[in-house]
């Protein structure tokens, strides 16, 4: 039995919400033939301290104070924007995991990110940790008011169900190496759960648990599927692929380890818990695995009706 980790409402949140929910997108930008000395005041007028620049559409620079500040020490130089800009900019994409951008924030000590579409690559807004801490406070006190009124229903479904024995269970396929939809299948479990009237903080465990799997599955996996199953004492999610397998599943459960290759973790995956956290969510966990062939984790969660 694992120590099992009280998930908090900000914690299912995050794993929830995508960069898009959070950013800003009334933006400020300049382009790239924008006179150094027009730089001031579109700084000044807007209060900020650094601004994308833009060229049809496209994120192809960022510009800051300080690049205003070290241009001004050069000699005032008549030059455009373009000049003096920095173009190697890290940003984040509109559909990543929110969780990923607080990784993205406490990883490289930036103040802001630049969110671009993952298909055309537009520039389609701005994200700070303020922002971020905003749209959480927003999201908390829609879903508080719905939780403090929800009425737990779970009992008359099973009461309604004739046998000795009763369950429910359901399964979806996970789709491989499609990020647009990552998490997709973990949304789905805890709106079912939700409709089942399954307590929040047995939702909130099982969907971080599942979205960290789906993740891997995403990633790694050549195909899978996710079986939940429900009765009225325990909760159990199956969580099966083809794939290559866990070579060590003891260095693969310390928290913080990941094999993502640096082509997932550009995509904005990758750098999640993973199994640790799986672990910690879950009242009991068992993972099978054959390296060159996939694996299977089970999962169970207790609840009383």
């Not at 903080?201 to 996996?221: C, G, P, T």
């Not at 070579?247 to 818990?273: C, H, K």
């Amino acid at each position: 039995m694992s120590e099992v980790s009280n998930a908090t409402k900000i914690q299912e949140l995050i794993y929830e919400l995508r960069v898009s929910d959070a950013c800003l997108n009334n933006l400020i930008v300049t382009k790239p033939g924008t006179p150094m000395n027009k730089l001031r005041d579109i700084l000044r007028d807007n209060r900020i301290s650094g601004v994308p620049v833009v060229d049809s559409g496209k994120l192809v620079g960022i510009i800051s104070i300080e690049d205003f500040i070290n241009w001004l020490y050069d000699g005032h130089l008549t030059c455009s924007v373009g000049d003096r800009m920095s173009r190697k900019v890290s940003t984040l994409y509109s559909d990543e995991p929110l969780i990923s951008a607080i990784q993205h924030f406490d990883e490289n000590g930036f103040g802001r990110f630049p969110v671009i579409n993952r298909k055309s690559r537009d520039l389609i807004g701005i994200i700070t940790k303020s922002d971020i801490i905003e749209c959480l406070l927003h999201k908390l006190e829609i879903d508080y008011h719905e939780e403090e009124i929800h009425r737990y229903r779970a009992s008359h479904v099973f009461e309604d169900l004739l046998g000795d024995r009763t369950s429910i269970s359901f399964s979806s396929a996970v789709e491989v190496r499609n990020f647009e939809k990552a998490g997709c299948v973990s949304s789905r479990i805890k709106k079912t759960f939700s409709r089942l009237g399954i307590h929040p903080q047995i939702i909130r465990r099982a969907a971080i648990a599942s979205y960290e799997a789906e993740m891997n599955l995403v990633i790694y996996a050549i195909d899978g599927e996710i079986t939940v199953i429900v009765d009225p004492q325990l909760i159990k999610i199956t969580v099966k692929d083809s794939g290559p397998g866990i070579e060590n599943v003891d260095r693969a459960m310390q928290s913080g380890y990941s094999t993502a290759p640096d082509w997932v973790r550009e995509l904005g995956f990758g750098a999640g818990i993973g199994l640790a956290n799986i672990k910690n969510c879950s009242d009991s966990m068992k993972i099978v695995s054959e390296p060159g062939k996939g694996t299977i984790i089970n999962l169970e969660f207790n609840w009383n009706l």
